[in-house]
DNA sequence: TGAGTAAGACTCAATCTGAGAATAACGAGA
DNA sequence: TCTCGTTATTCTCAGATTGAGTCTTACTCA
């Protein structure tokens, strides 16, 4: 009877072997138009000095509040900051491979967060070697970390086709060039300026005009852009989709 | 110093509340046309006699080994056995709130899976009470299964946009109008016959032709149809929109 | 002031989609 | 056996969407 060795165990931990749960988490955001990735150095063993996602163990708390709160200790930002709070976060999935970590049973739940412009992580505190990575230099992380990022990358780029999120790497108003170039930085390859422009703006909610414009053009020339707001809606219909890559889908 | 209370933690983990980590799974099938998902009744406390997803505590092996050993057991299939092989089985989420479970903490990791015909399972076993339930009727399940199936339900309407996942509901050869009710059930719509078979084909990978036919026509008349197996796409490019959900997107 | 850049509006052909219809093969009951 | 209802498969066609360019302007920088 499966149910009855269930209401055992539950009393009796014990009985089966101890595994700790942690939230390990994947934030991305935009520096210099290339993506980057919070990553912190390892003071300990295992993986001592190597590079790793930020996380901790989860306490009495939700999985998203660990998210959060950790994210709030590696960023160095104060748990009530703006803009902590516009960081979107969503729960990505679940490593508990058995020896994933070698001392002991570790269930990572990881995160995924898509954060706009976040200023260097305060020395100091946890994160006193927290810093931002463009993600094509986060190679040979601690643990199973470079497979996380990976399902963590693939899912953002996804996430970016069929939902509204790319405006979460961005300030409350922004041009549809800014929002094309997170869409550049997060795909990795160079977008049709018009028809990008004119797809964002035939999507219903994706967008929502604020009536102003940037009050000079670009660095490198060009007239003010419109500005826009993030819209209400939750999914992109039709889908934005990515460049063919017929290639990758076998 | 986090780094330093993560060593510790991890060989004192007394320090730590215990937790215990199970999978729980939604298996959905396809009966008579209609969605269906495999449900247990719970012998004893907490929510004695209610309809739960099937599932149990993790054990010395990987999540997915340990979801489809669940699988296995609680469908009454030898591991071994050929139909249990061809489900197929993805992660859904965690769900991992403190009081979820009133006796103590619990990490359940959700899978998703997808299973052509089965039988009923075999009375006797572990899954005594073991049945597969119109997904309509799976209301007021114990703990947070109502959400968890809510959230299984709407990954599998995704996947079959964008995966040809939809022929795992199916057996090794079938037709293109018994994908389509796949589709139509899972969905909850009915598709235009015409444009369903002309996307299905010229979509590369998604089916191949096996050069047969049934061997006689429908219950209710009609010609033969055509035999596909599925084939080797993992994604389907450009994917199968769900209609006009316009509705449902803010 | 001139060169270079970028926003935004258009154009156009190719492709894709939804809706409907046509054709033909079968099963079942009269 | 004949007729009718059902379903597989193919076509048609208009409308919407997409990718690739072009054009006009407004601006910045040297």
Redesign the interface.
């Known amino acids: 009877?499966?149910?009855?060795?269930?209401?055992l165990?539950?009393?009796d931990?014990a009985g089966?072997?101890?595994?700790?749960?942690?939230v390990d988490i994947v934030v991305l955001t935009i520096r210099d138009g290339a993506l980057h990735v919070l990553l912190v150095e390892?003071?300990?063993?295992p993986y001592r000095g190597r590079s790793a996602l930020p996380g901790?163990?989860?306490?009495?708390?939700?999985?998203a509040e660990a998210a959060r709160r950790e994210l709030a200790?590696e960023t160095g930002l104060c748990p009530g900051e703006a803009a902590l709070a516009r960081v979107h976060l969503e729960?990505l999935?679940?490593y508990?491979?058995?020896g994933r970590?070698p001392?002991?049973r570790?269930?990572s739940?990881a995160y995924l967060g898509f954060a706009p412009s976040l200023p260097d992580p305060r020395a100091g505190g946890?994160a006193a070697t927290a810093g931002w990575v463009p993600v094509d230099e986060a190679r040979e992380l601690a643990f199973d970390h470079d497979t996380v990022l990976a399902d963590g990358l693939e899912r953002a780029r996804a996430k970016l086709e069929y939902t509204p999120l790319g405006t979460a790497f961005l300030g409350a108003e922004f041009t549809i060039g800014e929002l094309r170039a997170v869409y550049a930085a997060v795909w990795g390859e160079q977008l049709h300026a018009g028809n990008f422009h004119r797809k964002v703006l035939s999507v219903?909610?994706f967008v929502e005009s604020t009536g102003g414009t940037t009050s000079r053009g670009g660095e490198r020339g060009g007239p003010r852009a419109r500005l826009y707001r993030a819209g209400?809606?939750?999914?992109?219909?039709?889908a934005l989709?990515r460049p063919t890559?017929?290639e990758?889908?076998?």
Chains 1, 2 share one sequence.
């Open positions: 009877m499966r149910a009855e060795s269930t209401f165990a539950a009393y931990p089966y072997p101890p595994v700790a749960v942690t390892r003071a300990e063993h901790g163990f989860v306490r009495d708390e939700t999985l200790e729960q999935r679940t508990g491979d058995p970590d001392r002991m570790v269930m739940v946890d219903p909610g209400d809606a939750a999914l992109l219909h039709p989709l890559r017929e990758q889908v076998r």
